[in-house]
Protein backbone atom coordinates (compact mmCIF):
# COMPACT_ATOMS: atom_id res chain seq x y z
CA UNK A 1 0.00 0.00 0.00
CA UNK A 2 1.64 3.26 -0.92
CA UNK A 3 2.00 5.75 1.78
CA UNK A 4 1.28 9.52 1.67
CA UNK A 5 4.42 11.89 1.00
CA UNK A 6 6.17 13.73 3.85
CA UNK A 7 5.35 17.18 1.95
CA UNK A 8 3.80 19.29 4.07
CA UNK A 9 0.03 20.22 4.38
CA UNK A 10 0.61 23.79 3.08
CA UNK A 11 2.83 22.46 0.21
CA UNK A 12 -0.11 19.78 -1.13
CA UNK A 13 -2.78 22.86 -0.46
CA UNK A 14 -0.69 25.12 -2.37
CA UNK A 15 -0.20 23.10 -5.10
CA UNK A 16 -3.64 22.56 -5.32
CA UNK A 17 -4.92 25.98 -5.30
CA UNK A 18 -1.98 27.08 -8.17
CA UNK A 19 -3.56 24.40 -10.13
CA UNK A 20 -7.28 25.41 -9.99
CA UNK A 21 -6.00 28.85 -10.77
CA UNK A 22 -3.79 27.60 -13.55
CA UNK A 23 -7.25 25.63 -14.77
CA UNK A 24 -9.64 28.63 -14.57
CA UNK A 25 -6.92 31.13 -16.87
CA UNK A 26 -6.48 28.50 -19.36
CA UNK A 27 -10.52 27.70 -19.38
CA UNK A 28 -10.98 31.74 -20.00
CA UNK A 29 -8.12 32.10 -22.56
CA UNK A 30 -9.88 28.99 -24.81
CA UNK A 31 -13.49 29.71 -24.42
CA UNK A 32 -14.64 30.10 -27.50
CA UNK A 33 -15.80 33.76 -28.44
CA UNK A 34 -18.96 32.95 -30.51
CA UNK A 35 -19.73 29.52 -32.09
CA UNK A 36 -16.80 28.33 -34.17
CA UNK A 37 -18.00 26.70 -37.53
CA UNK A 38 -17.19 22.72 -36.25
CA UNK A 39 -19.31 23.35 -33.04
CA UNK A 40 -22.21 24.00 -35.44
CA UNK A 41 -21.79 21.96 -37.78
CA UNK A 42 -21.43 18.82 -35.07
CA UNK A 43 -24.78 19.78 -33.87
CA UNK A 44 -26.60 20.10 -36.73
CA UNK A 45 -25.28 16.30 -37.37
CA UNK A 46 -26.60 15.36 -34.26
CA UNK A 47 -30.10 17.28 -35.44
CA UNK A 48 -30.33 15.20 -38.20
CA UNK A 49 -30.14 12.05 -36.43
CA UNK A 50 -32.74 12.42 -33.74
CA UNK A 51 -35.16 10.05 -33.08
CA UNK A 52 -37.39 8.68 -30.58
CA UNK A 53 -35.16 5.56 -29.48
CA UNK A 54 -31.74 7.80 -29.26
CA UNK A 55 -33.58 10.47 -27.62
CA UNK A 56 -34.56 7.67 -24.48
CA UNK A 57 -31.17 6.32 -24.75
CA UNK A 58 -29.06 9.53 -24.72
CA UNK A 59 -31.43 10.94 -22.10
CA UNK A 60 -30.69 8.11 -19.52
CA UNK A 61 -27.00 7.79 -21.12
CA UNK A 62 -26.36 11.47 -19.37
CA UNK A 63 -26.86 10.45 -16.11
CA UNK A 64 -23.99 8.32 -16.02
CA UNK A 65 -22.20 12.04 -15.75
CA UNK A 66 -24.36 13.41 -13.64
CA UNK A 67 -23.52 14.97 -9.92
CA UNK A 68 -26.76 13.01 -8.29
CA UNK A 69 -24.86 9.84 -9.08
CA UNK A 70 -21.22 10.24 -8.96
CA UNK A 71 -21.04 12.20 -5.81
CA UNK A 72 -23.24 10.16 -3.50
CA UNK A 73 -20.86 6.98 -5.05
CA UNK A 74 -17.56 8.31 -4.28
CA UNK A 75 -18.67 9.34 -0.95
CA UNK A 76 -19.91 5.72 0.20
CA UNK A 77 -16.86 4.35 -1.77
CA UNK A 78 -14.53 7.12 0.96
CA UNK A 79 -16.54 6.41 4.23
CA UNK A 80 -16.33 2.17 3.29
CA UNK A 81 -12.77 1.89 2.55
CA UNK A 82 -10.94 4.84 4.01
CA UNK A 83 -9.91 3.09 6.89
CA UNK A 84 -7.85 0.75 4.95
CA UNK A 85 -7.18 2.74 2.21
CA UNK A 86 -7.06 6.64 3.34
CA UNK A 87 -6.53 7.22 -0.67
CA UNK A 88 -10.80 5.82 -1.20
CA UNK A 89 -11.14 9.25 -0.91
CA UNK A 90 -9.54 10.59 -4.06
CA UNK A 91 -12.37 10.14 -6.29
CA UNK A 92 -14.52 12.63 -4.28
CA UNK A 93 -11.88 15.08 -4.08
CA UNK A 94 -11.37 14.57 -7.39
CA UNK A 95 -15.28 15.58 -8.24
CA UNK A 96 -15.13 17.92 -5.79
CA UNK A 97 -12.29 19.85 -6.88
CA UNK A 98 -13.04 19.84 -11.08
CA UNK A 99 -16.90 20.82 -9.73
CA UNK A 100 -15.62 23.73 -8.22
CA UNK A 101 -13.41 25.08 -10.64
CA UNK A 102 -16.08 24.19 -13.33
CA UNK A 103 -18.63 26.40 -11.28
CA UNK A 104 -16.10 29.14 -11.05
CA UNK A 105 -15.48 29.04 -15.40
CA UNK A 106 -18.76 29.00 -15.73
CA UNK A 107 -19.91 32.15 -13.57
CA UNK A 108 -16.51 33.82 -15.11
CA UNK A 109 -17.04 33.05 -18.87
CA UNK A 110 -20.74 33.00 -19.04
CA UNK A 111 -20.58 31.25 -22.41
CA UNK A 112 -24.93 30.89 -23.64
CA UNK A 113 -25.89 27.06 -24.09
CA UNK A 114 -26.56 26.06 -27.81
CA UNK A 115 -29.49 27.59 -29.31
CA UNK A 116 -30.07 26.00 -33.01
CA UNK A 117 -32.34 23.32 -31.95
CA UNK A 118 -34.27 22.73 -29.34
CA UNK A 119 -32.77 21.00 -26.33
CA UNK A 120 -33.69 17.82 -25.07
CA UNK A 121 -32.45 18.23 -21.37
CA UNK A 122 -34.64 20.52 -19.47
CA UNK A 123 -32.27 20.45 -16.13
CA UNK A 124 -29.57 22.42 -18.66
CA UNK A 125 -29.64 25.87 -17.12
CA UNK A 126 -26.15 27.25 -16.18
CA UNK A 127 -23.72 28.59 -18.60
CA UNK A 128 -22.39 26.40 -21.39
CA UNK A 129 -18.09 26.52 -20.73
CA UNK A 130 -16.82 24.18 -19.61
CA UNK A 131 -19.68 20.79 -19.42
CA UNK A 132 -19.46 19.67 -16.25
CA UNK A 133 -20.86 16.40 -16.96
CA UNK A 134 -18.20 15.64 -18.93
CA UNK A 135 -15.49 16.90 -15.93
CA UNK A 136 -17.60 15.14 -13.86
CA UNK A 137 -17.33 11.58 -15.47
CA UNK A 138 -13.76 11.73 -16.16
CA UNK A 139 -12.93 12.72 -12.82
CA UNK A 140 -14.72 10.17 -10.86
CA UNK A 141 -13.57 7.16 -13.45
CA UNK A 142 -10.01 8.18 -13.92
CA UNK A 143 -9.47 8.72 -10.06
CA UNK A 144 -11.04 5.52 -9.26
CA UNK A 145 -8.78 4.05 -11.92
CA UNK A 146 -5.68 5.30 -9.98
CA UNK A 147 -7.07 3.97 -6.85
CA UNK A 148 -8.02 1.03 -8.10
CA UNK A 149 -4.56 0.99 -10.28
CA UNK A 150 -6.49 -1.22 -12.94
CA UNK A 151 -6.01 -0.04 -16.54
CA UNK A 152 -9.42 -1.27 -17.39
CA UNK A 153 -10.67 0.96 -15.23
CA UNK A 154 -9.47 3.46 -16.68
CA UNK A 155 -10.38 2.66 -20.02
CA UNK A 156 -13.80 2.17 -19.07
CA UNK A 157 -13.57 5.76 -17.30
CA UNK A 158 -12.59 7.08 -21.04
CA UNK A 159 -15.08 4.97 -22.43
CA UNK A 160 -17.66 6.55 -19.91
CA UNK A 161 -16.86 10.22 -20.35
CA UNK A 162 -17.24 9.49 -24.59
CA UNK A 163 -20.24 8.25 -23.82
CA UNK A 164 -21.29 11.52 -21.48
CA UNK A 165 -20.06 13.91 -24.02
CA UNK A 166 -22.08 12.21 -27.15
CA UNK A 167 -25.16 12.35 -25.47
CA UNK A 168 -24.49 16.14 -23.93
CA UNK A 169 -24.16 16.61 -27.31
CA UNK A 170 -27.02 14.89 -29.15
CA UNK A 171 -29.03 16.59 -26.58
CA UNK A 172 -28.06 19.87 -27.75
CA UNK A 173 -27.10 21.65 -24.32
CA UNK A 174 -23.44 21.26 -25.17
CA UNK A 175 -20.63 22.74 -27.55
CA UNK A 176 -18.01 19.91 -28.79
CA UNK A 177 -15.73 22.75 -27.26
CA UNK A 178 -17.65 22.39 -23.83
CA UNK A 179 -17.30 18.75 -24.04
CA UNK A 180 -13.50 18.49 -24.51
CA UNK A 181 -12.97 21.40 -22.01
CA UNK A 182 -14.90 19.41 -19.27
CA UNK A 183 -13.18 16.35 -20.15
CA UNK A 184 -9.47 17.81 -19.63
CA UNK A 185 -10.44 19.31 -16.44
CA UNK A 186 -11.64 16.37 -15.21
CA UNK A 187 -9.11 13.74 -16.34
CA UNK A 188 -6.32 15.99 -15.22
CA UNK A 189 -7.80 17.11 -11.93
CA UNK A 190 -7.67 13.90 -10.95
CA UNK A 191 -3.90 12.81 -12.19
CA UNK A 192 -3.21 16.00 -10.54
CA UNK A 193 -4.27 15.68 -7.01
CA UNK A 194 -3.10 11.99 -7.32
CA UNK A 195 0.26 13.50 -7.70
CA UNK A 196 0.01 16.51 -5.25
CA UNK A 197 -1.43 14.42 -2.42
CA UNK A 198 -0.18 10.63 -3.26
CA UNK A 199 3.06 11.04 -5.03
CA UNK A 200 4.49 7.20 -3.49
CA UNK A 201 1.32 5.77 -3.98
CA UNK A 202 0.63 7.05 -7.88
CA UNK A 203 4.30 5.79 -8.57
CA UNK A 204 4.00 2.36 -7.55
CA UNK A 205 3.41 -1.09 -9.57
CA UNK A 206 1.40 -3.59 -8.96
CA UNK A 207 4.48 -5.93 -9.31
CA UNK A 208 3.25 -9.24 -7.41
CA UNK A 209 0.66 -7.74 -5.57
CA UNK A 210 -2.96 -5.69 -5.28
CA UNK A 211 -3.21 -2.65 -4.73
CA UNK A 212 -6.73 -2.30 -5.29
CA UNK A 213 -9.36 -1.70 -2.62
CA UNK A 214 -11.41 -4.76 -1.09
CA UNK A 215 -14.76 -3.57 0.67
CA UNK A 216 -15.73 -6.16 3.20
Do not use: E, N
Amino acid sequence: MGRLSPRPLAGRVLGTALFGMACLTALWLLAPRGIPAWDRALLDLFAQIRSPLLDRAMGSLTWLGSLWLLLPASLLLGLLAHRRRPRAWLPAAALGLAIGIGYLAKSLIQRPRPDLYPALDGLATHASFPSLHSAQALAFGIALGLLLQRSWVLAAAAVLGLAVGVSRLYLQVHFLSDVLAGALLGGLTALVLDRLWHPAAASTTRAGQDDGIQIR
